[in-house]
C-alpha cells in the first residue's frame, strides 16, 4: 500500500476501532532486534492483546514520527519482520490490531529503528580514565570500536577500577532513544558481567554480559525522552574495566 498516508490522528480514513480492541493501546510494542544475517531487515515483536475478538494486527512503517506510507498484515503472529529497508534511513513503526470484520484499534506506542548515533555529542564524564595511555571516556564514545591487543588509544579504560565503574553521557536536550549499543574492551583479560543503565527519567534498564571480544551487544527498550544516560558495571572479571565504545541511538540530533 505505498503511496498511501496514514497518520497517527486518524483523519485519513480509518475504520471506527472496535470497543474490543481498545486494550491494545495499553500494551508497548518492543522491538526485538535485528537480523544482521540480511541487511536492510529488522524483526519487530509486540505483546498481544487479550481481548476477545481480536484476530490479527497490521504493522505500520513510515519515515517521518506519526506518517506511514506502508502497512502490512502479520496474521495472528505477534511478530512481523519487515525487509527491504534503506541502509541509512530512520524508519517509525506502530501496531494496530483487528478483528473479523476489519475493525481495527488505535496505534500502539510508536518505535523507530535504527535511529541517529547521538552519544558523540554528549558530554562524557566517567569514574577514572587513564590520561597517560590516552585511554579516556571520550574515547568510548569516537565512533571506533577499538582497543587492547589493537589501537588501544581507541577505547576507554579506568585507572584499576572493577566493580562500580561509572560512565555518564549527557546533552543539553531532551532525546527520544530506544537503543544502546556496548562494546566490552576487546582484551580478554577483561570482561563486563553485569551492568545497569540509568536514564534521567528515573528508569532503569539491565545489561548481562557484555561479548568478551568487544563485538557489539545491543540493548532495546521502550522509547524514553532523556537528555542523560548512565551505565554502572555492577560486576567484571579484571581490572581497568572500561568500554572500547558505547553507542546511544535516539530520533535525530
Known amino acids: 500500500m505505498l503511496g498511501s498516508e496514514y497518520r497517527r490522528d486518524g483523519i485519513h480514513g480509518f475504520p471506527e476501532v472496535c470497543a474490543l480492541l ?4 495499553a500494551f508497548s510494542l518492543g522491538l526485538w532486534g535485528v537480523s544482521h544475517a540480511k541487511a536492510g531487515q529488522t524483526t519487530l515483536k509486540w505483546k498481544p492483546s487479550p481481548s476477545i475478538g481480536v484476530e490479527g ?3 505500520y512503517i513510515g519515515e517521518a514520527s506519526g506518517v506511514y506510507t506502508r502497512v502490512l498484515d502479520a496474521g495472528s503472529d505477534s511478530s512481523c519482520t519487515i525487509t527491504d529497508l534503506e541502509e541509512g534511513k530512520t524508519y ?6 483487528r478483528d473479523g470484520e476489519g475493525n481495527e484499534s ?3 506506542e510508536e518505535i523507530f529503528y535504527p535511529g541517529v548515533n547521538i552519544a ?3 558530554k562524557v564524564e566517567a569514574s577514572s580514565e587513564n590520561i597517560a595511555t590516552k585511554q579516556t571516556a571520550v574515547k568510548a564514545v569516537d565512533g571506533v570500536a577499538d582497543g587492547w591487543p589493537g589501537d588501544w588509544t581507541r577505547e576507554w579504560a579506568t585507572l ?3 566493580d562500580g565503574v561509572w560512565i555518564t553521557l549527557s546533552w543539553d536536550d531532551l532525546h527520544a532513544v530506544n537503543r544502546v549499543v556496548l562494546h566490552d574492551r576487546p582484551s580478554l ?3 563486563v558481567l553485569s551492568a545497569t543503565l540509568h536514564f534521567s527519567d528515573g528508569s532503569i534498564v539491565g545489561v548481562g554480559p557484555l561479548a568478551d571480544d568487544g563485538s557489539p551487544t545491543n540493548v532495546t527498550f521502550p522509547v524514553k525522552s532523556v537528555n542523560q544516560v548512565t551505565l554502572i ?3 567484571a572479571t579484571g581490572s581497568n574495566i572500561g568500554l572500547s565504545e558505547m553507542e546511544i541511538f535516539g530520533d535525530g540530533f
Open 22 to 25: 481498545w486494550l491494545l493501546g
Open 57 to 59: 494486527y497490521r504493522v
Open 233 to 235: 558495571i555492577d560486576a
Open 120 to 122: 558523540p555529542h554528549a
Open 92 to 97: 517509525y513503526f506502530a501496531v494496530t490490531a
Open 106 to 108: 488505535g496505534f500502539s
Open 160 to 162: 584499576g577500577e572493577q
Open 189 to 191: 583479560n577483561t570482561q
